[in-house]
C-alpha cells in the first residue's frame, strides 16, 4: 500500500541552527514527492518537488531535500533556520493519473528557539 | 491573484443541520479536491473531480456530497453533519490530475459538529 511515514511530530531546534526533517515512502512506482509547509492558520504552501533528475532539490526559503530511492526517503533541510520558519510540514507522494492523489504523512511541527 | 477561496473559513454547527463549504478557483484549473485534515493523520482526500460534471471519491468520502457544475466551483456539502466530521478542511487544485502538478490549496475551514 502507498504509505508516507514522517517519524518525528514534533522538533525543536535553535534559531540558527541547522534542520532535517524526516520523510520515508512506500510507492510501487516511480514516486513524485513533495514537501509542504503549512502556517499558523494558513493553507499548505509548495516548497519543492522531486519528478525525476538530480535527487538534490531546492525550493523555496532556502528549503533542500534529496531523494534516495535506496532508502525510501525523502528529507527536507536547511542549514540556517530562522524565527519564522515555525511551522507545520507535511511530505507528500504523488504520481497516480487516475486520480491525482496526493498522499500525506501525518506531519512534522518544528518549533524554533530563540 | 491566483488563488484558491473557501467559504466559511470558520463554522460551528449541530448535528444534522445541513450545510455547503464552498471551494472557487481562478486558475482553470481541471483537477480539484476535497481533504480533511485531522492531528496525528495528516491530510485524506474526500472526493475529487478530474473536469466538470466528473467526481470520484476518495479515501473517506462517506457523510460527504460534491457537485462540479462549473469549472471554477467544487463545493462540499454535508447533508446530516455528525461530531465526528469536526475537523479542518482543504480544497485544492492542479492544473492536470497527473499527480505531477503543483496542488495549490485553499486557507482551510475549521469546522465544528456539537
Known amino acids: 500500500a502507498q504509505s508516507v511515514t514522517q517519524p518525528d511530530i514534533h522538533i525543536t531546534v535553535s534559531e540558527g541552527a541547522s534542520l532535517e526533517l524526516r520523510c520515508n515512502y512506500s510507492y510501487g512506482a516511480t514516486p513524485y514527492l513533495f514537501w509542504y509547509v503549512q502556517s499558523p492558520g494558513q493553507g499548505l504552501q509548495l516548497l519543492l518537488k522531486y519528478f525525476s533528475g538530480d535527487t538534490l532539490v531546492q525550493g523555496i526559503k532556502g528549503f533542500e531535500a534529496e531523494f534516495k530511492r535506496s532508502q525510501s526517503s525523502f528529507n527536507l533541510r536547511k542549514p540556517s533556520v530562522h524565527w519564522s520558519d515555525a511551522a507545520e510540514y507535511f511530505c507528500?507522494?504523488?504520481?497516480?493519473?487516475?486520480?491525482?492523489?496526493?498522499?500525506f504523512g501525518q506531519g512534522t511541527t518544528l518549533q524554533v528557539k530563540p | 491573484e491566483a488563488q484558491v477561496t473557501q467559504n466559511p473559513r470558520y463554522l460551528i454547527t449541530v448535528t444534522g443541520k445541513k450545510l455547503t463549504v464552498t471551494c472557487s478557483q481562478n486558475?482553470?484549473?481541471?483537477?480539484m479536491s476535497w481533504y480533511r485534515q485531522d492531528p496525528g493523520l495528516g491530510l485524506r482526500q474526500i472526493y475529487y473531480?478530474?473536469?466538470?460534471?466528473?467526481?470520484d471519491k476518495g479515501d473517506v468520502p462517506e457523510g460527504y456530497k460534491v457537485s462540479r457544475k462549473e469549472k471554477r466551483n467544487f463545493p462540499l456539502i454535508l447533508e446530516s453533519p455528525s461530531p465526528n466530521q469536526t475537523s479542518l478542511y482543504f480544497c485544492a487544485s492542479s492544473l492536470h490530475p497527473s499527480g505531477q502538478d503543483e496542488q495549490f490549496f485553499g486557507p482551510g475551514t475549521r469546522l465544528t459538529v456539537l
Open positions: 486558475m482553470n484549473h481541471e483537477y
Open positions: 473531480s478530474m473536469n466538470v460534471e466528473v467526481t
Open positions: 507528500a507522494v504523488g504520481g497516480s493519473s487516475n486520480t491525482g492523489k496526493l498522499i
